[in-house]
């Protein structure tokens, strides 16, 4: 209906609005050095942050699926446009062009392999997913790890036991270097670019989800056996939403790698901590909620890094010194404490009292 | 040799995965969740065994039933303070993702309390390796032991879930919990033995581990943990036999993966067992197949 | 030509027969009932007819087609759409919404369509709002079309639920208890919409349900199962004075 058309696109419009209002007012104080370093040096990991928050709540929330590899994509976009923007640096000069290359790249690599394991795994049971992209995650990690990738006049090189063994001619050079990874990446990211990659984010989730694609997905959600009973290919379905989950937590991952000089795989940055961090923003932001994802993890890392770190520096605070060495475990609690508030048969009957709306009927 | 000697490690890892993996399947048979909290559970106990023998200079066995008993009681207190409440939630990702958050409390609390530094070890089997064909095949200690105390629990857990009351109650609820309250079982009591026993024996695996990988850090558990789970899932979620079998068959794999293949793979292979037995035969070894109710 | 029929349908689980030497035929524009008592084996010849379980034996022609076998999805694009016992909604969707994914075979455009908002999305986007909201009016759903599904009163869902099996556009509509947890008001208002589908809709209908009261009311013909076979079938007055049926039904 006409009604519901204008009301979902006022709904988006805010979402927009608020990404372009933090914009609108973050830019000119970068550009003008109003901004503490530490700040300004949050501006790009925001972005990302958004874009993998974001790209998740569209596998948790919308497709009901819990993913716990969400870094591995992110992880496998990283390193691919890393590399791309390594070999072509000679070649394409113009950073723009080269980083909307890499983007393209990192994003279909890493949808590629969301296609790889969601076609085996996506007709079983959650928790098989669940185990099934941690996995994944920490094997991607393993693997660039044991990665060596070399360059000389005879072309590329290949090994996977150390930088000797590529056995690189005269004026070759080491791409990729195992443990110490892709060094030396033009930092082609930069706030605009993240700030529109929110947006070209949201753009593809929003318009998705209020498709009839988005209808098929969030039907098999919220009853299988009847999505199938109407005709909806479940499979399909749900390989859509994780592969485009994937590539978008790929290109969060070109994001992060080209705002680094050197980029390496860590249990930090690419781990399963990673993981769990971004699914912490979907479920602080609220799952299912686009907008919230959107918002948690700005909120999150200003509070958490950025306010407690000034607080700190303003007086000796035990409390504010603990907060701050401990985020994950303040992560965990509240992930706990948030679960079992909103969840819980009891809390949600007790707020359907409190809001006097009608119990909700219950799945036989 | 060499490859009786793999073959016997990979036992004794796999003995180990064994009693991880009781765990996950009595607690997937019964409360239909995935505990994602029970690596955690090991570490915690392979903790309270280090604390127990260096700090306070018990001897083994008292430390290994202290361990036992703070994390029955540690599971216990997880399943009633984070995941019954969530029973019958709208949504079944609820109480998976606070099992995720459970388990990277426990971590980040032993984190807290113990540092991120390596503590070594020290084993509880005091008896020294036996040297079978002229010292070519080693047979560790711990390897004996823990073998022994694999096909110990899980006769004593296939007779107690046969022949006992509580053990009856508890094939009812994982066959219909509705059911089983109408047939007054307490049904909640029986969820909550089950974390109980699933906990007591992640304590004996944290031991055994830790006796022949003395290395012992916050993340200990997390990755034998998981694995066990892929045991579970090999074998046949919901069957202790299936645990078993699942468990042993990984360890070897795991172990003739790092001699043969990559020692830096084997993870990896463990994990392509898991794609593989998913797709060829999702219900595992032994396991039932599962029919949705329409 | 029948809209159904089913021959010689039969399926074991385990050892138990639940379903045997099943055989109906349906004629177009009909209103079929199917009784029998608890556990006769109703609903399990619904998840036969729609491919939610394979037939150990036996055949089904849907409108002269052969569709024995067939995956859920397939059947549901050949045309027979169903209900649940247990009402099954999308119940994070709008009201609106769950009647447009009924829609989902026959108004397509492909994922970047979507996104992009082309003319083709725009052209079936548009075409399924009105349909929908016709389908909504004629089950007095309408002015709840905003609402969440789950947030519908009891008595609405399983309208909805209807709704949403229409909005497939089958030749052959399946409803499994539909009555179930209504009050004889609301038994006699569901008799009349039933009825109002048949005719408004030239539909082929076939339910399952234990009210007898509305199965003699509106059903023609009707078919009484127990354990798994077949005890009548037949005019629905004939049926019901036969001394089998009443014994199943009353005992001895």
Not at chain 2, 45 to 57: D, E, I, K, L, P
Not at chain 3, 126 to 145: G, I, S, T
């Amino acid at each position: 209906m006409k009604k519901t058309i204008s009301r979902t696109a006022r709904q988006n419009a805010i979402t927009y609005g608020i990404v372009l209002a933090f914009f609108a007012v973050m830019q000119p104080l970068a550009m003008t050095g109003k901004l503490s370093s530490s700040l300004s040096g949050l501006l790009i990991p925001f972005c990302y942050y958004v874009v993998l928050a974001v790209s998740l709540n569209l596998t948790v929330g919308i497709l009901g699926e819990l993913s716990l590899g969400h870094a591995g994509f992110m992880c496998v976009g990283a390193f691919a446009s890393a590399f791309f923007s390594k070999c072509v640096q000679g070649t394409i000069t113009n950073s723009l062009v080269r980083f909307l290359l890499a983007l393209l790249i990192g994003s279909a690599f890493a949808a590629l392999f969301g296609i790889l394991i969601g076609i085996p795994v996506l007709r079983l049971r959650g928790d098989y997913l669940a185990i099934v992209t941690l996995a994944f995650g920490e094997i991607i990690k393993n693997l660039v790890n044991v990665l060596f990738i070399g360059r000389d006049s005879e072309g590329i090189h290949f090994s996977m036991k150390d930088s000797l063994s590529l056995h690189l001619g005269e004026g070759g050079e080491v791409l990729v270097n195992g443990p110490q990874g892709i060094s030396g990446i033009s930092r082609d990211s930069t706030f605009i670019l993240g700030t529109i990659l929110v947006l070209l984010t949201l753009f593809i989730v929003l318009r998705l989800i209020q498709s009839r694609d988005g209808r098929a997905i969030m039907a098999i959600r919220d009853n299988r056996i009847a999505a199938e009973s109407i005709g909806i290919n479940i499979t399909k379905y749900k390989l859509m939403a994780f592969t485009v989950s994937a590539a978008l937590a790929g290109a969060g991952g070109v994001l992060y790698a080209h705002n680094l000089a050197t980029l390496t795989a860590t249990s930090k940055n690419f781990g399963y901590n990673m993981s769990i961090m971004i699914l912490v923003y979907v479920v602080m932001g609220g799952i299912g909620n686009i907008r919230g994802s959107v918002i948690a993890p700005v909120v999150l890392n200003l509070v958490l890094d950025y306010f407690l770190r000034k607080f700190q520096l303003m007086g000796d605070s035990p409390v504010l010194q603990f907060l701050s060495d401990n985020r994950m475990l303040i992560y965990a609690i509240v992930l706990i404490l948030i679960m079992v508030m909103t969840w819980s048969p009891k809390m949600v009957e007790k707020r359907n009292a409190l809001f006097g709306r009608r119990k909700e009927s219950k799945e036989g | 040799m060499t490859f009786l000697n793999y073959l016997i490690s990979g036992i004794s890892l796999g003995s180990v995965y064994a009693i991880i993996a009781l765990g996950y399947t009595m607690v997937y048979g019964i409360a239909k969740m995935l505990n994602f909290a029970h690596g955690d559970v090991i570490m915690v106990g392979a903790y309270t065994v280090f604390v127990a023998m260096s700090s306070s200079g018990l001897p083994a066995l008292p430390a290994i039933l202290l361990s036992m008993a703070v994390c029955t009681v540690l599971g216990v207190v997880i399943e009633r303070v984070a995941y019954r409440p969530l029973r019958g939630a709208a949504s079944p990702l609820a109480v998976l993702i606070t099992a995720i958050g459970v388990s990277y409390l426990l971590q980040n609390l032993a984190l807290l309390i113990f540092g991120s530094n390596t503590k070594s070890f020290s084993t509880v089997v005091p008896l020294s390796p036996l040297k079978l064909a002229g010292g070519q095949i080693t047979i560790s200690g711990e390897t004996i032991v823990t073998i022994l105390a694999s096909i110990l629990i899980v006769v004593g857990l296939s007779l107690f879930i046969n022949r006992t009351k509580p053990g009856q109650a508890m094939l009812a609820v994982s066959e219909d919990q509705g059911a089983a309250k109408l047939m007054g079982i307490n049904v909640n009591g029986t969820i909550a033995l089950t974390f109980a026993i699933g906990s007591s024996l992640a304590a004996i695996a944290g031991v055994l581990l830790c006796s022949a990988y003395p290395s012992l850090t916050p993340y200990t558990g997390s990755m034998p943990g998981i694995k066990a789970f892929v045991a579970a899932v090999f074998g046949g979620i919901g069957s202790i036999p299936g645990a078993m079998i699942g468990g042993i068959l990984l360890g070897i794999i795991e172990i003739f993966g790092k001699a043969y293949i990559s020692s830096q793979m084997a993870d990896a292979i463990v994990f392509a067992v898991l794609i593989i037995v998913l797709l060829v035969k999702p219900t595992g070894i032994l396991g039932k197949p599962i029919r949705e109710k329409v | 030509m029948a809209i159904l029929e089913v021959k010689n349908l039969g399926i074991s689980f385990g050892g138990l027969r639940a379903v045997n030497e099943f055989n109906l035929t349906i004629e177009k524009g009909e209103l079929y009932g199917l009784i029998g008592p608890n556990g006769a084996g109703k609903t399990t010849v619904f998840n036969l007819l729609t491919g939610v379980y394979r037939p150990d034996s036996g055949v089904i022609f849907l409108d002269g087609k052969d569709i024995t076998g067939k995956r859920t999805i397939d059947i549901s694009k050949e045309g027979i759409a169903r209900t649940f016992q247990n009402i099954r909604l999308f119940g994070k969707l709008s009201v609106l919404d769950n009647v447009k994914a009924g829609m989902h075979n026959h108004h397509t455009y492909s994922a970047v369509a979507g996104i992009l908002h082309t003319g083709s999305w725009r052209r079936a986007e548009r075409e399924m709002d009105e349909k929908a909201m016709q389908l909504l009016k004629v089950f007095e759903l309408d002015q709840e079309a905003e609402h969440l599904a789950s947030n519908l009163p009891y008595g609405k869902q399983r309208k909805l639920e209807i709704a949403r099996a229409l909005a497939t556009d089958p030749k052959l509509l399946l409803l499994d208890e539909p009555a179930a947890g209504m009050n004889p008001q609301e038994t006699q208002a569901l008799m009349d919409m039933i009825r109002l589908v048949r005719d408004q809709f030239d539909m082929t209908i076939l339910l399952i349900e234990h009210d007898m009261k509305l199965v003699s009311g509106i059903c023609e013909e009707l078919t009484v199962l127990n354990f798994g076979e077949v005890l009548a079938q037949g005019e629905t007055s004939t049926v019901l004075a036969e001394p089998q049926v009443i014994t199943a039904y009353l005992g001895e």
